[in-house]
């Protein structure tokens, strides 16, 4: 054990983080709570320091979730009575809790890009079997009709050709486009600037609109770049579903709170303010992302897809029995209650959706 010499070797008379005046006996700052030693930091100290915060946090997790997963309702009527320095912070908790899930659900997902098929490529893809067999059913054919498969296969390579059309088709003038409604100019605008691009691959939207002689206008130029990174996703939706499930835990924090002014308005009888429905809905929700989390696992270990739909149905009944623990009404009421605010979630929910697709395409 260190003496006191050694101890108020290292004490100041001033805190160094907010310079309150300190006596050398004391260990902490009265005012802002900081440590009060002069000592210059050493790599064990941070190592320690690090450690402590770490492990302390760690013992509320744990905590926090054995109670959310076995005891519906009760982590958050808890927190509301006062009780929250055994429990991790609902808000931080379910922020690590979905970063986790998502991580998962994007390792656990693979979207396929889904491309035309070209009559050569799927001949080159068929056995020598499958090509004979294919022709013998082309042999076949009413009539006495015959058709050879190089030449199907030819004519509708000719027919594609034959059918791509020329951006000049399209073709609208300035001017016309300042004559018409915004949503019919835009429209306008936008099969111009798709054929434009399919024909000509240009990817500066300033070159382009020289080209078209249309006005380089901050508006169609940003046009001109949505209708690029269409074809882009198109051809790769793989890339744009990732960028979205990026920002998702994001998303969803800020819809949450929506949520929340439901159950308020739902519950508005019972002594809850809002922020107290809040820390509800973020305690269920993050044990949604931990059930359905641990499905995707289990569906990548055993590849079954019977833990999906079986998460869902425990994470319906744990709602049922969080929302009859938390806010203590009668089975009818509270079942009445949970179709209601389901039925709500799901609206807002499509509506986030689409509010979401179109901002991430628009700032893509």
Request: with cysteine; glycine share 0%; net charge positive.
């Given at each position: 054990m260190k003496d006191n010499n050694t101890i108020k070797k290292y004490r100041g008379t001033t805190c160094l983080n907010c310079?309150?005046?300190?006596?050398?006996?004391?260990?902490?700052?009265?005012n802002c709570g900081q440590n009060n030693s002069i000592k210059k930091l050493s790599f064990k100290d941070y190592v320690n320091e690090y450690f402590a915060g770490v492990f302390s946090y760690d013992s509320r997790v744990n905590l926090t979730l054995f109670t959310l997963l076995f005891r519906p309702g009760k982590i958050t009527k808890d927190y509301v009575n006062g009780k929250r320095m055994r429990y991790a912070n609902p808000f931080r908790f379910y922020l690590s809790v979905s970063i986790i899930f998502f991580i998962i659900f994007g390792f656990s997902n693979n979207y396929e890009g889904i491309t035309e098929s070209d009559p050569d490529t799927v001949k080159n893809e068929l056995t020598d079997k499958e090509l004979e067999d294919l022709q013998q059913d082309l042999n076949e054919l009413p009539g006495n009709v015959?058709?050879?498969?190089?030449?199907?296969?030819?004519?509708?390579?000719?027919?594609?050709?034959?059918?791509?059309?020329?951006?000049?088709?399209?073709?609208?003038?300035?001017?016309?486009v300042d004559s018409l409604s915004f949503f019919e100019a835009t429209s306008k605008r936008l099969e111009l600037y798709n054929a434009f691009h399919e024909e000509t691959k240009i990817t500066s939207s300033t070159v382009a609109l020289d080209s078209l002689h249309h006005n380089k206008t901050n508006y169609n130029e940003w046009l001109y770049k949505k209708t690029i990174d269409y074809n882009f996703m198109t051809e790769n939706p793989k890339i744009f579903l990732n960028y979205i499930l990026g920002k998702m835990p994001l998303i969803i924090f800020f819809f949450l709170p929506v949520v929340a002014l439901f159950n308020w308005l739902l519950y508005w009888r019972r002594n809850f303010n809002y922020m107290e429905h809040l820390v509800f809905i973020f305690h269920v929700q993050s044990v949604f992302f931990v059930l359905l989390g641990l499905s995707l696992l289990l569906k990548e270990i055993f590849n079954i897809d019977f833990f999906t739909p079986l998460a869902t149905l425990l994470f319906l009944f744990y709602l049922y029995k969080a929302m009859r623990n938390f806010y203590e009404q009668s089975r009818f009421k509270t079942i009445v209650k949970f179709l209601i605010i389901n039925t709500i979630f799901l609206i807002l929910a499509v509506i986030a959706t689409l509010i979401t697709l179109f901002a991430s395409f628009a700032i893509y």
């Open positions: 310079n309150h005046p300190l006596d050398i006996s004391d260990n902490y700052c009265a015959k058709v050879n498969l190089d030449t199907l296969i030819a004519l509708q390579n000719l027919r594609d050709t034959v059918t791509t059309k020329s951006y000049k088709t399209k073709y609208i003038t300035q001017n016309k």
